[in-house]
C-alpha cells in the first residue's frame, strides 16, 4: 500500500455560517494549520483532525490502493 501526501492548502472559518448553522460556542479548528504535510494511508495520521479526516479518508484509502490509475474518480484525480 502506497503512501499519500496530504497538504493542509487553507484553514478557513466562516463565522456568519458558523453562527447561523452550527452548535453555539464552534471555533476554528486549533489542529490544522496551512503548509502542514501528512502521509497516511488507511488510518488517520498522528496530529490530523478527526474532522478533517472523516471527510477524506475513503479518497486517501482509495489513492493508496493505485486509486490514480485512469478511469478512477471520474477520470478526474
Same mark, same amino acid.
Given at each position: 500500500? #502506497? #503512501? ?11 463565522? !456568519?455560517?458558523? #453562527? +447561523? ?11 490544522? #494549520? ?6 497516511? !494511508?488507511?488510518?488517520?495520521? +498522528? ?5 478533517? =479526516? ?21 477520470? !478526474? =484525480?
Amino acid at each position: 500500500m #502506497k #503512501k499519500v501526501k496530504i497538504t493542509v492548502l487553507k484553514a478557513v472559518f466562516y463565522e !456568519d455560517l458558523a #453562527k +447561523e448553522y452550527g452548535v453555539e460556542g464552534l471555533a476554528p479548528c486549533s489542529i490544522m #494549520k496551512e503548509g502542514q504535510v501528512f502521509y497516511a !494511508d488507511r488510518t488517520r495520521p +498522528e496530529g490530523f483532525c478527526d474532522g478533517a =479526516w472523516r471527510s477524506i479518508y475513503q479518497y486517501v484509502f482509495a489513492l493508496a490502493n493505485g486509486g490514480g490509475r485512469e478511469g478512477f474518480f471520474y477520470d !478526474d =484525480w
